[in-house]
């Protein structure tokens, strides 16, 4: 079975990237435009992980992140910041908020789906989930 991932993200460009490069790696793809469309789409649905950009209209990634992690089928669920190489303090926000680690955008097609699984890997020994 493979993973299914919720992608929050409102640049087009971005998302048709992100898609591409994770349904090639054999990844179902769902993905939402703003946080609040995220978040019911997470709840309605649990994933099994979240791909979130943190700069989002409205309800920017930090809010999202908290937002989700107040549900309690995502606790298991690894949450990775999408963020800009430039804002230096949105990473550990977004790690203050609830994510369990960062991509720096520009995203780097030869990286993104390894980061990805490292991150994931990681949370998952912690949390003792496979
Ligand atoms: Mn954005």
Do not use: W
């Not at 790696?25 to 979240?50: R, T």
């Not at 550990?92 to 995203?107: F, M, N, Q, R």
């Not at 990681?122 to 949390?127: A, G, I, L, P």
């Amino acid at each position: 079975m493979s993973s299914r991932i919720l992608l929050i993200e409102d640049n087009e460009q971005n998302r048709y990237l992100a898609t591409f490069l994770l349904e090639r790696h054999g990844y179902q793809v769902e993905s939402a435009v703003d946080g609040a469309k995220g978040v019911q789409a997470a709840a309605s649905h649990p994933p099994d992980i979240i791909l979130l950009d943190i700069q989002l209209p409205q309800m920017d990634g930090h809010a999202v992140a908290r937002a989700l992690r107040e549900l309690r089928a995502l606790d298991a669920t690894p949450i990775i910041a999408v963020t800009s190489y430039a804002m230096v303090g949105d990473r550990e926000k977004s790690l203050a908020a609830g994510c369990d680690g960062y991509i720096e955008k520009p995203i780097d097609p030869d990286t993104f789906v390894d980061t990805i699984r490292d991150i994931v890997e990681s949370v998952r020994s912690t949390r003792g989930r496979s």
